[in-house]
Structure formats: structure tokens, C-alpha cells
């Protein structure tokens, strides 16, 4: 701690009253990796369960059978 006529300068650690491990940094990579890989997951066993594998959508499918039919 200095002082510089009235005012009064502290260096990081002492005004942040510890050390900064950079812990947070490493919470927010592997939260960010978890959620990949979790989203990941749900993605690809939504694809690999679809009963309609060829690529349409079985709403717009049906939407476009039913608009045929009242023609």
C-alpha cells in the first residue's frame, strides 16, 4: 500500500483481498463442452430414432396430402 498525498493506491491482490486462480475460465470451457456435447447427443439420436429418414417433414408432408385432397 502507498500513499500519494490524500489518496491511498493498493496493488490488485490486496484490493481484491486474494489471488485470482483463473478458476472461472476453466468452469465456463468445461460448461461450454458439456453443453456441446449434450446438445450434440439430443441432435443426433433425434435423427437416428426418425421414423421418416428421407429428409421430409412429415407436417408438411401431411399439409401438402390434405391440400391435395380438397382440390
Sequence with gaps: METRGEEIHIDKDEARAGNTPNIVRYVLVISLALA?????AIWITGALTDDNPEGSN???AAASVQGDSMS
Design 36 to 40: 456441446i456435447v449434450a446438445l450434440s
Design 58 to 60: 412429415s407436417a408438411t
